[in-house]
T-cell receptor, first 120, second 115 residues
């Protein structure tokens, strides 16, 4: 199956600093990448959807200026948490989907291993 | 609006016993349904999916699920639990309105397996 990596796997930072998380599709071109956030013992909540070369679409309630998403290439998307605060501590998971041959076809998502962010 | 409901946030079974994790969904269009497994501090791994065709879907690690339209259900089963099955399981439905396929997840069910 397709492989998606995330880096770093965990990060600890001080309040007020910015943290960048990378999501890479290793063996396929991902036209769409998704960023999820997961709080302890809860489900995944979609934060934003990014398509290569265009601006990300954020879900309601997600601050676009705080969570900067860049999808500059077909294999890399980054999420930058700006001016991080303790309430931003969470498990961030990305997923990637490739464009199918037909626009109406289902594009399976492949998930990365996640990044645990702890803001002190 | 679409939603996914997983009955039981925590299910405990004995090793060798039947595993049954319940999932009900709501969708106004024919749904694409998924079960994912998450081990501690890891991402999600796809167990199985239903898109079209046969309603009984077999996945990895001996799991299977049956899509029942009349019951709007997609319960996950495994005949005999192994210790290695202990994990968090998420049911999901594809969000309506496009082929991009962003998913709506249930709240998850934690499966514990007793020796």
């Amino acid at each position: 199956g397709a492989v998606v990596s995330q880096h770093p796997s965990w990060v600890i930072c001080k309040s007020g600093t910015s943290v960048k998380i990378e999501c890479r599709s290793l063996d396929f071109q991902a036209t769409t990448m998704f960023w999820y956030r997961q709080f302890p013992k809860q489900s995944l909540m979609l934060m934003a959807t990014s398509n290569e070369g265009s601006k990300a679409t954020y879900e309601q309630g997600v601050e676009k200026d705080k969570f900067l998403i860049n999808h500059a290439s077909l294999t890399l998307s980054t999420l930058t948490v700006t001016s991080a605060h303790p309430e931003d501590s969470s498990f961030y998971i990305c997923s990637a989907a490739a464009q199918g041959r037909k626009k109406s076809s289902y594009n399976e998502q492949f998930f990365g291993p996640g990044t645990r962010l702890t803001v002190l | 609006a679409q939603s996914v409901t997983q009955l039981g946030s925590h299910v405990s079974v004995s090793e060798g016993a039947l595993v049954l994790l319940r999932c009900n969904y709501s969708s106004s269009v024919p749904p694409y349904l998924f079960w994912y497994v998450q081990y501690p501090n890891q991402g999600l791994q796809l167990l199985l999916k239903y898109t079209t065709g046969a309603t009984l879907v077999k996945g990895i690690n001996g799991f299977e699920a049956e899509f029942k339209k009349s019951e709007t259900s997609f319960h996950l089963t495994k005949p005999s639990a192994h210790m290695s099955d202990a994990a968090e399981y998420f049911c999901a439905v594809r969000h309506e309105g496009g082929s991009q396929g962003n998913l709506i997840f249930g709240k998850g069910t934690k499966l514990s397996v007793k020796p």
